[in-house]
């Protein structure tokens, strides 16, 4: 049912934790299945220079919340276009009914960075 890489971020998730000296986090919610994703990223000279992530949720969500942590590690802030699909295709797909996953990882992403602007 899920990919090789859904099931490697859900069982082996990166950047887990809380991330003292954040710059930014913020905490996003899907009130229809309740899962909870939290995002804080520390920010120097314009560049996502840590990340850390925890979730509450299903496998999807934490699979996401790992791959998205991933992708944000070292980033420019003014350069970050990480869209949905992005996610999606990183993870190697997600069955549609799962796909609510990657909107709140983004939706977390998208807070965070207009939060630290």
Not at 3 to 9: A, G, K, T, Y
Not at 28 to 50: F, K, M, W, Y
Not at 72 to 90: A, T, V
């Amino acid at each position: 049912m899920y990919s090789e890489q859904v099931l490697d971020h859900f069982e082996n998730p990166r950047f887990v934790g809380e991330l003292e000296n954040a710059t930014v986090s913020v905490e996003t919610q899907n009130p229809a299945c309740g899962d909870v994703l939290r995002l804080s990223l520390r920010i120097e000279d314009g560049r996502i220079a840590e990340v850390r992530f925890r979730a509450k949720g299903c496998v999807p969500s934490i699979a996401c919340g790992s791959k998205l942590a991933e992708m944000l590690e070292g980033r420019p802030l003014k350069d970050l276009r990480i869209q949905r699909e992005d996610l999606i295709r990183e993870l190697g797909g997600l069955p549609e009914a799962s796909e609510h996953a990657s909107h709140l990882a983004v939706d977390a992403m998208r807070m965070a960075i207009a939060k630290a602007k």
